[in-house]
């Protein structure tokens, strides 16, 4: 996994230990990861992700109209769908990219609901 010099562009083939540039000498905890495969497929992987949401979201959508169903959790269940569609056309977007791809942060691996994983 190549990293990518947040300052200058330089491509060493890993983070320095130092976090320090060899090319610029300047030290950042910023450094990008650049490396297009890993971060399609963790792209890729979002994608099946946000459709699998959907989904569920559309079936959940049936269920509650078919049985009138009045469970105020199932109906805020539907709201999901909105970040799941944002997330899946940005998805599609990045990986349409990849000829303005600039590095990524590894942040970048986490797929939006990750935030619900605390709860
Ligand atoms: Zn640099």
């Known amino acids: 996994?190549?990293?990518l010099c947040p300052n200058c562009g330089h491509i060493p083939i890993?983070?320095?230990p130092t976090h320090k540039c060899p090319e610029c000498g300047v030290f950042s905890h910023e450094w990008?990861?650049?490396d297009w495969e890993s971060y399609a497929s963790s792209r890729r992987q979002h994608l099946k992700c946000n459709?699998?949401?959907?989904?569920?979201?559309v079936i959940?959508?049936?269920a509650l109209v078919t049985f009138e169903s009045s469970?105020?959790?199932f109906w805020m269940l539907n709201v999901l769908s909105i970040p799941a569609t944002i997330s899946l056309f940005l998805c599609l977007n990045d990986l349409r990219?990849?000829?303005?791809y600039e590095g990524h942060h590894s942040r970048a691996a986490l797929p939006w609901f990750a935030g619900f994983s605390g709860f």
Request: glycine share 4%.
């Open 1 to 3: 996994m190549t990293a």
């Open 14 to 16: 890993r983070v320095p």
């Open 60 to 62: 959940n959508i049936v």
């Open 97 to 100: 990219g990849q000829a303005e």
């Open 32 to 34: 990008m990861i650049y």
């Open 51 to 57: 459709i699998l949401i959907i989904i569920m979201v």
């Open 71 to 73: 469970n105020v959790f």
